[in-house]
Nanobody, 124 residues
Framework: VQLQASGGGLVQAGGFLRLSCAAT????????WGWFRQAPGKEREFVAA????????YYADSVKGRFTIPRDNTKPPVYLQMNSLKPEDTAIYCC??????????????????WGQGTEVTVSS
């Protein structure tokens, strides 16, 4: 099984990016999906998640209202639309496929698969 995030890059503050999480190697029925990021010198933190059926989405307070996972996007590729980017959004972003209660994803308790990250740099 492989997960790979892509779509990162260099963008000015206020700009936007759409990250994509491709997943191969198995079917992902009833898997929920999460996005995490890790900035230089900091621990990995939760960004956003969507439940396997699309009924629930979860966002970190720092990205709420700016980042979105479409509610119908419950199968790979899973997207993260990032608008109104800020310099503090600079980080390596990775995706995760989670089997189990989707509310566990924001706590970092992912049971499943982690993907390779993509770098996002937001200049001021």
């Amino acid at each position: 099984v492989q997960l790979q995030a892509s779509g990162g890059g260099l963008v000015q503050a206020g700009g936007f990016l759409r990250l994509s999480c491709a997943a191969t190697g198995r079917t992902f029925n009833r898997y929920s999906w999460g996005w995490f990021r890790q900035a230089p010198g900091k621990e990995r933190e939760f960004v956003a998640a969507i439940s396997w059926n699309g009924d629930n989405t979860y966002y970190a307070d720092s990205v709420k209202g700016r980042f979105t996972i479409p509610r119908d996007n419950t199968k790979p590729p899973v997207y993260l639309q990032m608008n109104s980017l800020k310099p503090e959004d600079t980080a390596i972003y990775c995706c995760a496929a989670h089997w189990g209660p989707p509310e566990n994803i924001p706590t970092g308790k992912v049971s499943g698969y982690w993907g390779q990250g993509t770098e996002v740099t937001v200049s001021s």
